[in-house]
């Protein structure tokens, strides 16, 4: 996942890598060592599968069953 589009302006995103904080109904968690995209004019962060598991295991704990 390298330098692709941003799904809501359509701009070029570049590669990034650390922690990303994520508003909950409980406060804020910081999931660290995260490799995400990022676009470069609207800031909006597009994350992988892996990075997305990542996210819902931190945020949500391990026992949370995912739903496709």
């Known amino acids: 996942m ?3 589009q941003c799904p809501v302006c359509g701009k070029k ?4 890598h650390g922690d990303v904080t994520f508003p909950t109904k409980s406060g804020k968690v910081t999931v660290s060592d995260l490799t995400y995209q ?16 990542q ?3 931190t945020v949500y704990g391990e026992k949370r069953k995912r739903v496709v």
């Open 13 to 16: 995103t570049v590669q990034k």
């Open 2 to 4: 390298k330098n692709e």
């Open 55 to 57: 996210i819902e295991r």
């Open 38 to 53: 990022e676009c470069t004019s609207c800031k909006e962060k597009v994350f992988s599968q892996y990075a997305q598991e």
